[in-house]
């Protein structure tokens, strides 16, 4: 469940630079850049999504203007897999979870 982004990946003409276009936008008019995965706090999507780039261990940095994402790759990496992240950043349902049942969600009774 949860709404899977369209990416489209187009290259660029900067060697190890790799740039997805989505059908929507996660910073407004704002530019956000982030270099390292300390720069990427807080709850904003452009930061969510940041972080979890930077996880794949294949991303030097990360750019991202309205609905634009363009990712300088690590050294020797490949943009593989990387379209994929972007793709789920709002999906918060996978295959092999268990919806919880109603006892799960019932408060604790006071004793």
Not at 91 to 107: E, I, K, N, S, V
């Amino acid at each position: 469940m949860g709404q899977l982004v369209a990416v489209t990946e187009k290259a660029s003409t900067s060697p190890g630079v790799v740039r997805f276009e989505l059908n929507r936008a996660l910073t407004g008019m704002g530019h956000e850049y982030f270099g390292a995965t300390a720069e990427a706090f807080g709850p904003r999507p452009a930061a969510e999504l940041a972080r979890r780039l930077f996880a794949t261990g294949r991303v030097a940095a990360v750019h991202v203007y309205a609905n634009i994402v363009t990712v300088e790759l690590a050294k020797g990496e490949s943009s593989a897999g990387l379209g994929d992240v972007v793709r789920n950043l709002y999906r918060y349902w996978h295959a092999g979870m268990q919806p919880p049942t109603f006892d799960d969600l019932q408060p604790e009774e006071e004793a």
